[in-house]
């Protein structure tokens, strides 16, 4: 349980450091919470109350671990959101998951996979950031463009002024507003250039 704690600790002091919603005391709980669920599966008294009642022993840890990760499969989805078309949590909600994954690890004495997963999630959280970092990305963008009516392009044109600043439009859906005088387009726009 201690290890447990100290892992989920350590990835969520990383997840406070940058601002994350899961940080530093949701990770040390999921993380404890795990090992608490599978180190209590461990309990010898299980295995006499299953032979008492006549059955076979039959191994808890597989169910419990499977419960675990479905639950917080559930807590990792409150953390994602849509706004626009940009989804925002994805990578805290996967963390959640694997520091469950850490605390299964230590709750069953998997002390040499469970510091060495832990490892691996800083690395990935910590490391790969400075990569992704230096990796080309395309800027994503929901727009809406509103014109007076008897001025407004058609979509080729628009399209084409739109180009000439290195950004590309699709998905577009159009509008009539304001009894007829406005025209809009909405649409989700992309490039490679951040500002």
Known sequence: LSCALVAGALIGAERSYNGRTAGFRTN???ALAAAGAVT???QPQFAAVMARAGFAYIDPIPQLGQGVMTGVGFLGAGVIFKEGVSVQGLTTAACIWAVAAVGMLFGVGMYGPGALLTLLILVVLIGLRTV?????RKVYALATFVFEADKAPDEQTLGALL???AVKLY???YASRAE???FEFTANLVTN???
């Not at 992704?132 to 080309?136: F, H, I, R, T, Y």
């Open 163 to 165: 180009g000439g600043n």
């Open 171 to 173: 998905d577009v859906s």
């Open 132 to 136: 992704e970092s230096m990796l080309p």
């Open 193 to 195: 250039n951040e500002s």
């Open 28 to 30: 040390a709980l999921v």
């Open 180 to 182: 007829g005088k406005l």
């Open 40 to 42: 209590l599966s461990l």
